[in-house]
């Protein structure tokens, strides 16, 4: 491992033990080259020893997971052995484990739970975005700087921890948080952290594992429970807490993973909004959709909308305008549109114009934000039928919903790019369809554009030839609805998926249209509610989806 008369591993310069585990020693450390900081964990060789390949899986994970870069997420900077060992170099935290914290008795209120979840979901969301699953959410990886900031560490460790609970001796803890799925020895993917991140939360609401908290150590009973028992009900044990903390760690923690949230960004949204949540889920309070007031005042005066409005000077304009009052972004973009973009651009050329647009992009996020937790909360029924070839899709249900956006430049004069609201929804229908050989490429590609989930049997002759294929489409259907600002142009460009019909649709409404009145009739037209949409909106493409 490390050279006791240099005190080096690899390159690096050790400093002082930082502590042990299960793995190794975790120590910190210093990069000659550039003076950096860092803590390395070291790996012993006695956990590579029942599996030849874990050495270099570890490496390659390691290296994997050393490519994310999130605020969340402790990054990554080496990978290497030493001998028989390996380790991993990380960067230096300084803050405590949320482990530690909840040993010291520590209590968290529910804001602060909220807070401490959504930023681990949200970097859960990025990772598995980019093919990384940890394996291994527990309080002991999750780190909370003093600032509030949480750091999930250990990406790239967890599977050979995953497999090394399997040897005799290896001590209980970890285990608690492990999905049914890593139980059985299944495959998992993302949803098997957002298990284990519903069960960090429940000990972080109530103080108990809902699994294993008696600490007898026998693990047969915790698996078997883990797989087939039943938790106490979140407030049973703390009745203060808010029901939608119930809500949230009950679908986090269903034991079919196709039962919980899909994405971390699901979880983001309801953790983001429990309060209003919250209220939706009070018998007493009436079903409503909740949606953020209508701002009178002029643009100038009103509040920048979510967390990433950008800064503005004491007088109201947007920092980072040049000396014309136009900013270097807005200026950027006529340039990448060109002459005929310059010559239409005269609404959008004012500082002013664009902060506007900005604002009805920000203000309009905010709106779909609130739509998405309301449809995610109450999943109604969609009151529309899908014709599909010669069946129709009916009786289509929310199963959940979730917003993104993107962003034109960092920092304080970015710009609020384009909102994405995402609707998964169910249909209790299964169809099934034979396709002769030269129509199966057509149709895969149709089902595709239609973004329908689907399975394929090929059928063969005698000869191994393909004769066709019998195709069985499962009544999983995704809408999606993307409003993308022009500032060029003034105008928002809205492109859909399932909106109206299988397929897809666009529009275009002028900056000035984006108000409530208008994505309230978007929302109507969503559910399949009259509406007036097609009244405000200008149709600019129709592109149903055809076989």
């Known amino acids: 491992m490390a050279d006791d008369a240099k005190r080096t591993i690899g390159r690096f310069e050790l400093d002082s033990e930082l502590g042990r585990g299960a793995m190794g020693v975790v120590w910190k450390a210093v990069d000659p080259l550039i003076g950096r900081p860092v803590a390395i964990k070291t790996i012993e060789a006695a956990h590579f020893d029942f ?3 874990a050495r270099e899986r570890f490496l390659r994970e390691a290296r994997a997971a050393g490519r994310l870069s999130h605020p969340n997420i402790v990054t990554i900077f080496d990978a290497g052995t030493t001998g028989e060992d390996a380790y991993i170099v990380m960067e230096l935290i300084a803050g405590r484990t949320l482990s530690q914290m909840i040993a010291a008795g520590n209590r968290f209120p529910a804001f602060t739970v909220a807070d401490i979840g959504a930023q681990i979901a949200e970097a859960l969301d990025y990772a598995h975005a980019h093919g990384v699953v940890h394996r291994d959410i527990k309080p002991a990886n999750i780190m909370l700087t003093p600032g509030g900031l949480v750091k999930i560490t250990d990406f790239g460790v967890a599977r050979l921890e995953d497999s090394a609970r399997t040897r005799v001796g290896t001590v209980l803890g970890s285990p608690r948080y492990m999905s049914p799925e890593q139980v059985r020895g299944h495959q998992v993917d993302g949803r098997s952290d957002i298990y284990s991140l519903g069960v960090l939360l429940y000990e972080l609401v109530t103080g108990v594992c809902p699994f294993g908290a008696s600490g007898s150590g026998d693990l047969m009973k915790l698996m078997k429970d883990i797989v087939e028992g039943n938790r106490a009900p979140l407030r049973d044990l703390a009745p203060h807490a808010p029901k939608a903390f119930e809500a ?10 196709a039962e919980r949230y899909a994405r971390g960004a699901g979880v983001v949204n309801d953790l983001r909004h429990y309060k209003i949540l919250n209220r939706s889920l009070d018998p007493d309070e009436p079903v409503t959709l909740i949606l953020p007031p209508q701002d009178t005042r002029p643009a100038a005066e009103a509040p920048e909308e979510p967390s990433t409005a950008r800064a503005t000077e004491p007088g109201g304009a947007a920092s980072g305008l040049g000396e014309d009052g136009e900013s270097g972004l807005l200026a950027e973009l006529k340039r990448r549109a060109g002459p005929a973009g310059s010559r239409n651009a005269g609404v959008s050329r004012s500082a002013a114009a664009t902060r506007d647009l900005d604002l009805r992009m920000r203000t309009a996020l905010a709106y779909l934000q609130e739509f998405a937790r309301y449809l995610g909360a109450l999943r109604p029924g969609i009151q529309r039928e899908y014709p599909f070839v010669t069946e129709t899709f009916r009786g289509v249900t929310v ?3 979730f917003t993104g956006y993107q962003t034109i430049g960092d920092g304080p004069d970015s710009l609020l790019e384009s909102i994405t609201l995402t609707v998964n929804c169910f249909a209790p229908q299964q169809f099934r369809f034979e396709r002769p050989p030269n129509s199966v490429k057509p149709f895969v590609e149709f089902l595709n554009e239609c973004a329908l989930r689907h399975t394929i049997s090929r059928v063969r002759n005698e000869r191994g030839e393909m004769t066709g294929a019998v195709f069985r489409v499962l009544g999983e259907i995704r809408i999606e ?14 492109k859909a998926r399932n909106l109206e019909q299988f397929g897809e649709s666009a529009f275009v409404v002028s900056g000035d249209a984006l108000d409530r009145s208008l994505l309230d009739e978007l929302g109507w037209l969503l559910l399949g509610r009259p509406n007036h949409f097609g009244l405000v909106a200008e149709r600019s493409v129709a592109m149903p989806a055809s076989s």
């Open 481 to 494: 609805v993307r409003l993308a600002a022009d500032y060029v142009g003034a105008k928002i460009d809205i």
């Open 51 to 53: 599996d030849p390949e």
């Open 248 to 257: 949230i760690t009950e679908r986090a923690m269903r034991k079919d993973p």
């Open 399 to 401: 199963t959940e919903a």
